[in-house]
């Protein structure tokens, strides 16, 4: 009876430290923002390993639920198989200061709202504060962006996992997992242009697309002459440009739900040939921020959307104005040429931007990667080869 007592005994303390021990791990919340899986794209030409992926993790939130403040001490990533694990990284600290100091400064200037397509705190973490450093008041939040993986075996699963230790010493821990998905879309989809054309924009880490979940897997095509360059003479007006009115066409069958052709074009938009680069950067950055303010549809441009059958959504931006050939509700066939490639909306030149997305609205759908079952890569063209890279030319074979 004395055994059974102490065993007892025994058993009852482990089950209460096992609690505890459950209850200080609970009060870390992990999520991320897109939060159902990371996509990977394929990296594969000459140079590169037989295999090798990139992902990025666009948003990881650490939210404290504790009623006592703590101090976030390590924050690692960790890529796994199955059961093994095959990349290990730790988010270093100052990037944890920097990322706080940045969310709390947008958060108290009231501009995080206008940044929402980029970081959609809106939809995870609505009504949450931010911490200015990496000590978390009760209910308040860090969020860590742009976490960037290499692998040349493709992982199932990406875990974060946090450390922090409150002010009485003892620590707490959180954790969150995110499956890894390489996309093999079940539809054909063709090229949405015809001819050669050089990808200036593409889902490469080099790429600007890259660093947002709504366009991460996104292009913009021009087309270049024999000197590299996209235009004849200054490039100061649209019509210099060789891309300027070239035929768009639907890369699958499917229904229009959504058209825009009210955007106009100017050449005052392009680079002028009395303008430094910087100058104009910073012009193009005003003239941005003034489309934004007034309603993304705006910084899209004149456009068309198409919704496929595999519940897939095709976006064509920066349409020319009165070039659209359908109206929301048609149905067009693979191969139909619908607009012209255009100037309107956030534009530096003329250029037909192009992604794939899960959803009908481009500021809350989420971008998807797409192959092309009709082109060629120059002059690296391999059978092996699905993803287009930065600098890629491409050449249809229809």
Known sequence: MKTLLIFSVQFMLISITLQCNLLAQSVIEVKFQPDEYIYVYETKGTGTPIDLYSAVIQNIAIINHAKDSVMIKDVEIIATQGEVELQRVKVPNNLLI????????????????????QFQTSRYLNGISFSQTPTLSKEEAIVITHRTLLFQTLPDLITV???????????????????????????????????????????????????????????DFVKIGTDGSTHTGDGSKLTDYYAYGE????????????????????????????????EYIQRSAKLQQALLAKGFSHVMGNHIIIEHDNGEYSYYLHLKKGSLKVKQGDHVQRGEEIASLGHSGNSTEPHLHFHLTDGPDMVYSRSIPISFHNISLYPDDDANIRQIHYGQIIITND
């Open 247 to 278: 035929p768009v066409y639907a890369i699958g069958s499917g229904k229009v739900i959504s058209i825009s052709d009210e955007e106009t074009e100017s050449n005052d938009n392009l680079k002028q040939p009395d303008e430094t680069a910087e």
């Open 98 to 117: 920097e990322s706080a100091q940045k969310f709390k400064a947008y958060q108290d200037r009231g501009i995080l709202k206008y940044y929402d397509f």
């Open 161 to 219: 996992k946090v450390k922090a230790i409150d002010s009485h010493g003892e620590y707490t821990f959180g954790e969150a997992s995110i499956r890894v998905i390489n996309h093999k879309s079940i539809s054909q989809y063709y090229f949405p242009l015809k001819g050669t054309w050089a990808t200036y924009g593409a889902p490469s880490l080099i790429s600007h697309h890259r660093w947002g979940s709504i366009q991460e897997f996104a292009f």
